[in-house]
């Protein structure tokens, strides 16, 4: 059972770390967030069931993302952030995606995560200019992630997607390349 912490109850972040998923070794750690209803209440896909689907997950979509990586504590996974880069005349345009275990909520990690891939995405991808977080409305933990992270909220869009059968507003955030 997750233990819930306080907001200022941080963890030491000289222990967390950012890098690829490793598909031999990170799946079981990856079904503890997939599978948690309280984490995938707010995420596009549904809650996982089986280790089977979280390794066809990884072998579909992780694998062959171009900025998809795990979020660490003690180089064990405990989340996962993403960059997904638009093509064409939206190629400077990037969304940034997070997904952290329950058990880390309010603990400081996913923000430390947000600016250390912030920190480097420009660099790493010089086509973008702009990455967009959309967030539910009703999801205000995540809001004030992207807020600490260095985001700006630029508004809501009223029923923008259908997540989970019903029609959503989404807070669309921006963090823009310094020129």
């Known amino acids: 059972m997750a233990t819930q912490h306080h907001q200022n109850d941080e963890l030491d972040h000289s222990n967390l770390s950012i890098r690829p998923l ?8 990856l079904m503890v967030w997939v599978s948690d209803d309280q984490v995938t209440q707010f995420c596009r896909w549904d809650t996982y069931t ?21 979020i660490c504590l003690n180089n064990r996974a405990i989340g996962a952030i993403s960059v997904t880069c638009n093509t064409g005349n939206d190629k400077c345009r990037g969304e940034l995606g997070y997904v952290l275990a329950s058990e880390y909520w309010g ?42 992270g260095g985001f700006i909220k630029e508004g809501v869009l009223r029923k923008y997607c259908i997540q989970k059968g019903k029609t959503r507003d989404m807070v669309m955030f921006s963090f823009l390349k310094l020129v």
Request: no cysteine; hydrophobic share 40%; glycine share 2%.
């Open 22 to 29: 490793d598909p031999a070794t990170d799946v079981d750690d």
């Open 107 to 148: 603990r400081g990690v996913a923000t430390w995560a947000v600016k250390a891939v912030m920190f480097t995405i420009f660099e790493e991808r010089p086509e973008l200019e702009r990455v967009e977080a959309l967030v539910d409305v009703e999801n205000k933990g995540s809001q004030r992630v992207l807020e600490k």
């Open 50 to 70: 089986s280790r089977d689907q979280a390794i066809e997950y990884i072998n579909k979509f992780v694998l062959t993302h171009p900025y998809y990586r795990v």
